[in-house]
Each structure stands twice: as structure tokens, then as C-alpha cells.
């Protein structure tokens, strides 16, 4: 305890003293603003994202799971699917996905374009099909002419539309939180305890799997390094994707940006609180318990890596005709 305390004390100072020249070598990165977008694709992948109509229920859209005014997540421990189904794992957030490595908590799509087709078509999510789906953008003349503007071809097809919204998801990072304005020279932007959270943070090893511009994102690790997790559910991470043995477990680390906004927190949702949460990544990745006092000054920090949420008018979307097929919400 006292050893503790004394290598954080000692941390503390150091990274004060060294805040207005230490950026380069602090082990995370300020989230920069997407480079290049193309703002047609994006205001219409904005209208998909929104568009329950791309379900077999008419009810259920993207931000339904990935709620855009709730830090990009569902806020419960799993997803709710078409008819009430209950989804197998934690929705994690759109926030900043743009700089994962892989897309899903086992990593099996390579990037938003691959992610996004899958939901449509999931049966436990929006349990449609993507021919369907383009037959209800098809009844829509708005849409048609908004995507032959954007793509100069005369057919919808499915690679557009999740092109559109892989386009407007990398609108979604979120910079400017006051952890960042630290990072980039602002001292006064961290409180002593936030900064002494953040010393613990990277003195305890956290850095070594959240790192980077998403504080995470970027490696595939085992959820259990030190002592096993008992998980909520049988999901056995990477494996299902490599096959591999050594896979088991093995998870996409999660982004840290955002993540008070983003609980309940872990694959399977277990932990309700950030304190929890903190707790257990202590004891089982790193073999640390913490006090009641760290832990606090670790949510601490962990709070200020909330940045600016995306800012839009809420989209509106072009009515149905008479010839768009209808919602079939409670089966048929
Ligand atoms: C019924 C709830 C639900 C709906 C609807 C849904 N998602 Fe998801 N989404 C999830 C869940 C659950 C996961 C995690 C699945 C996994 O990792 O196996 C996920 C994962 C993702 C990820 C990966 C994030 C990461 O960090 O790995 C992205 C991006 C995403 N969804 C975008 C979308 C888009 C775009 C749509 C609409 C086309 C959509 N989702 C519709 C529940 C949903
Ligand atoms: C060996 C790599 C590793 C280390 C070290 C590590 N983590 Fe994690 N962290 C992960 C992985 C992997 C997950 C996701 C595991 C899962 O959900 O099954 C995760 C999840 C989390 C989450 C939940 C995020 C969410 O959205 O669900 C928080 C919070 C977190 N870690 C904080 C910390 C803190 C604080 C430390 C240091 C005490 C730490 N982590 C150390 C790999 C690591």
C-alpha cells in the first residue's frame, strides 16, 4: 500500500512536471477529426442509419442498438432484437469504430463497409434481407434519386448502402474531451485527482491493452490474463474466427472513449457500473486490487475521455409510397 502510494505520488509529479512537453510520449493519442469524407454519402448513410424501414419489423434501425443520443450503445446488457429476441452480446458503440482495428468484439468483419450489411440480414436483429431492403428503398423516389446523385449509377444495390453508412460512421468520432485538451497543452484541463487516475491508469499496466487514439480498438487480448473471467454467456471470442485454441477469449479491446456514456460494460454486459468494471480488469488482467480510493480516482479519469458528441439535425426520412412493401411487425 505504502509502495503504492509512493509510485503514484511520484508519478503524479512526474507527469505534471512533464505535461506541457511529455505528449509525444504519453501512450494515447487525441482523437483528430475524420481526414476526408464525402458529405453526400454521408447525409444519406445519416438517413439508413436512422431508416427503421431496412427491418422486417419497420421498428427497428440502426440507432435503435447504436443510440446515437446514448453514446452510441443500447445502454443494456444485450441487444433487443426483431420480435423481442434477446441478442448474445453487448452492443458496443459506434463512437470512434472508425479506428478499430477489426469491426465486432471478436474482430470477424474487417471494417464498417463489411460490418454494416450484417445487422440487416441478422435474424436476431433486424431479421430482414438485403434484397428486401433494397426493394423498399427502390419504392421510395426520394431515395432512388439521392443515390443515383451520390453513386452515378442507375440501380440501388446493397454495397451502396453500406457504403453510405460506413461513410457517415467515420463522422462519429468524438474529440475535444478534456483528456485530449490536456494532451494537447491545456494543464488546467485535468483536475489533480483525474490526473492522478490517469497515473494509476498507466502505471498499472491499463496502457499496455488501452492505448492509442481510441484508448483501445486496436489489439485483440485475453480477457483474463492473470485469473479466468466467469462470463454471462458460452461466447469464446477470436477462436470462433481463427479457430485457433490460443484464440479462446481473446476479445477486441474496447475503446475507453466515451466510456461513461457506454455501460453496462464487458462483451457479455455484466458489469454494471465503471467502478466495477475497473475492479475487475484490476484483479483479472493485471492481478491488482485496488482501493476504493484508486478506483475512484481511475473512474475519475476515465470520465474525462468523453468528447463531443456527434451534433446533427435529426435526418428526415422520405415517406413510403403506396407501392413499398409494409413492416411485418409481429411476424407473417
Ligand atoms: C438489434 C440490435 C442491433 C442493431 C439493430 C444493429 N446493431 Fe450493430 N451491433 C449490435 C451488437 C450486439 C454488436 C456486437 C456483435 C458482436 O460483436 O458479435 C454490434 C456491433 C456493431 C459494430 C461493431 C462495433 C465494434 O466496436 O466492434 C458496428 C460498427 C455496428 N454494430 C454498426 C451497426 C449498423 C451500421 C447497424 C445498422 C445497419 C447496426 N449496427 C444495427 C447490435 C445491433
Ligand atoms: C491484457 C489487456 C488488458 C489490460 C491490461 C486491461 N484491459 Fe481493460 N479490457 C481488455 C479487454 C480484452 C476488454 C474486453 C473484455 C470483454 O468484454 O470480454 C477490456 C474491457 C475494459 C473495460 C470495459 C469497456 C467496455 O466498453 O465494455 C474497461 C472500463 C476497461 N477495460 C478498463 C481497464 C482498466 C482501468 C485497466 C487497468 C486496471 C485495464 N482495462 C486493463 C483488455 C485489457
Known amino acids: 500500500m505504502g509502495k503504492i502510494l509512493t509510485a503514484f505520488a511520484l508519478g503524479l509529479t512526474a507527469s505534471v512536471a512533464m505535461a506541457g512537453i511529455a505528449r509525444a510520449q504519453e501512450p494515447i493519442e487525441p482523437v483528430r477529426p475524420p481526414a476526408s469524407i464525402n458529405l453526400g454519402m ?17 421498428f427497428i434501425s440502426c440507432n435503435s442498438c447504436h443510440n446515437l443520443s446514448m453514446g452510441g450503445t443500447d445502454n443494456i446488457p444485450t441487444s433487443i432484437g426483431d420480435k423481442w429476441q434477446q441478442g448474445p452480446i453487448n452492443a458496443p458503440t459506434v463512437l470512434n469504430s472508425s479506428l478499430s482495428v477489426a469491426q465486432f468484439w471478436d474482430g470477424r468483419a474487417a471494417d464498417l463497409k463489411a460490418q454494416a450489411g450484417g445487422p440487416i440480414a441478422n435474424p436476431g436483429e433486424m431479421a430482414f434481407s438485403h434484397t428486401l431492403a433494397i426493394g423498399v428503398l427502390e419504392s421510395i423516389p426520394a431515395y ?16 451502396q448502402v453500406t457504403l453510405a453508412i460506413a461513410e457517415f460512421e467515420k463522422t462519429l468520432v468524438t474529440p475535444n474531451s478534456r483528456f485530449d485538451q490536456w494532451l494537447l497543452g491545456r494543464k488546467d484541463a485535468l483536475t489533480p485527482t483525474e490526473l492522478a487516475g490517469y497515473t494509476l491508469f498507466k502505471d498499472s499496466g491499463c496502457v499496455a491493452c ?58 457479455d454486459g455484466a458489469a ?8 475487475t480488469m484490476g484483479r483479472i488482467q493485471l492481478g491488482k486490487k485496488f482501493t476504493a480510493d484508486e478506483n475512484a480516482k481511475i473512474v475519475a479519469f476515465l470520465k474525462t475521455l468523453t468528447g463531443d ?18 413492416p411485418t411487425p409481429f411476424g407473417k
Open 309 to 326: 458528441q456527434p451534433s446533427f439535425m435529426l435526418p428526415i426520412l422520405p415517406a413510403s409510397t403506396d407501392a413499398t412493401p409494409r
Open 42 to 58: 454521408v447525409e444519406l448513410g445519416k438517413k439508413l442509419y436512422f431508416d427503421p424501414r431496412l427491418s422486417k419489423s419497420g
Open 210 to 267: 488501452h492505448n492509442g487514439e481510441a484508448v483501445g480498438g486496436n489489439s485483440f487480448q485475453k480477457m483474463g490474463v492473470v485469473e479466468a473471467y466467469k462470463a454471462n454467456d458460452p461466447a469464446t471470442g477470436r477462436a470462433a474466427v481463427t479457430g485457433k485454441d490460443a484464440d479462446r477469449f481473446n476479445y477486441k479491446v474496447p475503446t475507453l472513449r466515451n466510456v461513461e456514456l457506454t455501460y453496462p460494460y464487458f462483451h
Open 272 to 279: 454494471r457500473t465503471l467502478g466495477e468494471a475497473v475492479d
Open 144 to 159: 432512388v434519386r439521392e443515390f443515383k446523385q451520390v453513386f452515378k449509377k442507375d440501380k440501388i444495390d446493397i454495397d
